[in-house]
Nanobody, 127 residues
Framework: QVQVMQSGGGSVQAGWSLRLSCSASGLTFDDYALGWFPQAPGKDREEVSCISFRGGVTYYADSVEGRFTTSRDNTANTLYLQMNSLKPEDTAMYYC????????????????????WGQGTQVIVSS
């Protein structure tokens, strides 16, 4: 049974930082790319970062490039998202997910190609 558990998040002021974590069990963690998908109220989930199975390749959406950094620790089966210089428009429920592929290109910004999802963690950024 695959389980994906998230932690982190919270409510901060613009310009501050937060770190999200995502741990998975019940699967071969380092076989798959991993993604982060924020979902703002009334909007679809949109992938903002992806990291390949060994962590050597990362993709970022233009909206977070230079501010967010994704990383993974395959020895701990854990994915991270370091979010710096947060903006009010970053406010969303953030979901992590395991890809169906080892790399990012074929699944980038395609939520339907991600297999297992965390429960979500709320990020609120006030101005």
């Amino acid at each position: 049974q695959v389980q994906v558990m998230q932690s982190g998040g919270g409510s901060v002021q613009a310009g501050w930082s937060l770190r999200l974590s995502c741990s998975a069990s019940g699967l071969t963690f380092d076989d798959y790319a991993l993604g982060w998908f924020p979902q703002a109220p009334g909007k679809d989930r949109e992938e903002v970062s992806c990291i390949s199975f060994r962590g050597g390749v990362t993709y970022y959406a233009d909206s977070v490039e230079g501010r967010f950094t994704t990383s993974r620790d395959n020895t701990a089966n854990t994915l991270y998202l370091q979010m710096n210089s947060l903006k009010p428009e970053d406010t969303a429920m953030y979901y992590c997910a395991t890809s169906t592929n080892a790399g990012c290109p074929d699944t980038w910004r395609s939520p339907g190609r991600y297999a297992y999802w965390g429960q979500g963690t709320q990020v609120i950024v006030s101005s």
